[in-house]
């Protein structure tokens, strides 16, 4: 069974910088693709990076790439997402998801195996 539980999330200032985490239990990461996703209030389910389970790459979607950072620790069975330079539209709830032997295709379209509880991400002066 797919347990992940996202942590990390709080309030910052505009520029600054926080690293959510997605730990998993009852499986190993290694093989499982972890994608990342956002919800902001008001809007739609938001897919914002993927890391795949079936090679090396990583995926990010425009608003993000150059200020987020996905990354797997598989001695820590966790990944991470690594946020700089945030911005007030990033405010919202993050989600990390699961899935074995995916390779992140149209990831932000994806309806992943399992899905962690969030994490609430708010960025505000």
């Known amino acids: 069974q797919v347990q992940l539980v996202e942590s990390g999330g709080g309030l910052v200032q505009p520029g600054g910088s926080l690293r959510l985490s997605c730990a998993a239990s009852?499986?190993?990461?290694?093989?499982?693709?972890i994608g990342w996703y956002r919800q902001a209030p008001g809007k739609e389910r938001e897919g914002l990076s993927c890391?795949?389970?079936?090679?090396?790459?990583?995926y990010y979607t425009n608003s993000v790439k150059g200020r987020f950072t996905i990354a797997r620790d598989n001695a820590k069975n966790t990944v991470y997402l690594q946020m700089r330079s945030l911005k007030p539209e990033d405010t919202g709830v993050y989600y990390c998801?699961?899935?074995?032997?995916?390779?992140?295709?149209?990831?932000?379209?994806?309806?992943?195996?399992?899905w962690g509880q969030g994490t609430q991400v708010t960025v505000s002066s």
């Open positions: 009852g499986f190993t990461l290694d093989s499982y693709a």
């Open positions: 890391t795949s389970g079936t090679d090396d790459k990583t």
């Open positions: 998801a699961a899935e074995e032997s995916y390779n992140c295709v149209d990831y932000m379209l994806h309806a992943f195996d399992g």
